[in-house]
């Protein structure tokens, strides 16, 4: 059974940071790909960034590239968001998703 684990989400000012992680279990996970979603109140979900299971081939939306870089850890079976200069527009419950399943999600709010 694939069980996903978000965690590291908060309230921070905007031009901040924040590191998102996210724990896999059930899965093969070196061999996985691994994507972050994020879905804002009344928007639909969005592929923030995606990440090849070797870690040599990443991915990122436009409007987060040069901001966010995703990561993993193979060893400890746990991939990583670095989100750095935040938005407003980044407030949103961020999900991390591998084999068609989804984590509970974490939020992340950037407000001052």
């Known amino acids: 059974q694939v069980q996903l684990v978000e965690s590291g989400g908060g309230l921070v000012q905007p031009g901040g940071s924040l590191r998102l992680s996210c724990a896999a279990s059930?899965?093969?996970?070196?061999?996985?790909?691994m994507h972050w979603y994020r879905q804002a109140p009344g928007k639909e979900r969005e592929l923030v960034a995606s990440i090849s299971g070797a870690g040599g081939t990443r991915q990122y939306a436009d409007r987060v590239k040069g901001r966010f870089t995703i990561s993993r850890n193979n060893a400890k079976d746990t991939v990583y968001l670095q989100m750095n200069s935040l938005e407003p527009e980044d407030t949103a419950v961020y999900l991390c998703?591998?084999?068609?399943?989804w984590g509970q999600g974490t939020q992340v709010t950037v407000s001052s």
């Open positions: 998703s591998a084999s068609n399943v």
């Open positions: 059930g899965i093969i996970f070196r061999l996985t790909t």
